[in-house]
Every structure is written in structure tokens, then in C-alpha cells.
């Protein structure tokens, strides 16, 4: 089966895209930009949103379940990184110091600290007007 390529994501340094296929097991590949090779960098249990860390060393997505995960570039070492009750995260993204990853937080902006690893952290809705960097705890 074939399905839809979305959200494409260049490495820092322009040599790699990681993106999401879409469908009822929703998983992220990355493609050598060079050679054209993709490859599966999880397992397609409804992993999405993937996103470069400004060091090109790891990637963020969220999960179908909600959860926000950050695994190493080449799709090991995956760390479930925050978790809330009631609250779904998708379309993570880094600061471009590295230091937080904001993600839609069902309708809201949610930041979290991304310094922080392996230990989750509780993350709080916030209003999209008041943004905050959430500490860890």
C-alpha cells in the first residue's frame, strides 16, 4: 500500500528529510537527500509531526496516543519526553537554541523544556497568549 507523504522535514545541515506517512499506522522515514534510500525511523504505531533539533542529532514527534517523544536521529534511544493528563500533543517543534520544543497542546501552545532526559515532564496547558516555558520537575 501506498500512502500520502506528509509534513517533510530537512536536516540542519540539508542532507536528510524526515516525514510522516499518513494512514492507520502513521510512521516516519527519513530520506538520504543524495542517494534517494528512505528508511523507517519507527516502528508505525501512529508515530508523526517529526522535527529536526537544531543540531541535526535528534528528532521530535508526537504519538496517535498524544504523547511526545524524542528519539536520536537515527531512530534509536525513543523518550517519551512529556505527558499530561487530558492533553494530546501533535506538531512538535524546537526552539532554535535547542532548549524547548513547543507542540500543540490540543488547542493551545504548550513549551517544554527539552534539556531535560530520559525523565518526563508534567506538562501544563497554557493559553497560547501567555506563553511560558515549562519547567521540569
Known amino acids: 500500500d501506498r500512502y500520502a507523504v506528509l509534513h517533510p522535514s530537512f536536516s540542519p545541515d540539508g542532507t536528510k528529510i524526515a516525514y510522516m506517512t499518513n494512514g492507520t499506522n502513521r510512521q516516519i522515514f527519513v530520506l538520504d537527500v543524495a542517494t534517494l534510500d528512505t528508511r523507517p525511523l519507527t516502528p508505525g504505531n501512529g508515530e508523526g509531526w517529526p522535527s529536526w ?3 541535526g542529532a535528534r528528532i521530535v514527534y508526537t504519538r496517535n496516543d498524544g504523547r511526545m517523544v524524542v ?3 537515527d531512530g534509536t534511544d ?3 519526553l512529556a505527558t499530561a493528563s487530558g492533553l494530546s500533543f501533535s506538531m512538535a517543534t524546537w526552539s532554535p537554541d535547542g532548549e524547548a520544543i513547543a507542540a500543540r497542546g490540543n488547542n493551545d501552545i ?3 523544556d527539552s534539556t ?3 525523565a ?3 506538562a501544563d496547558r497554557l493559553r497560547s497568549e501567555r506563553l511560558a516555558l515549562l ?3
Open 120 to 122: 518526563p515532564i508534567a
Open 71 to 73: 528519539m536520536n536521529a
Open 116 to 118: 531535560v532526559t530520559p
Open 53 to 55: 533539533s537544531p543540531d
Open 110 to 112: 504548550v513549551l517544554v
Open 135 to 137: 519547567p521540569s520537575q
Open 78 to 80: 525513543p523518550v517519551e
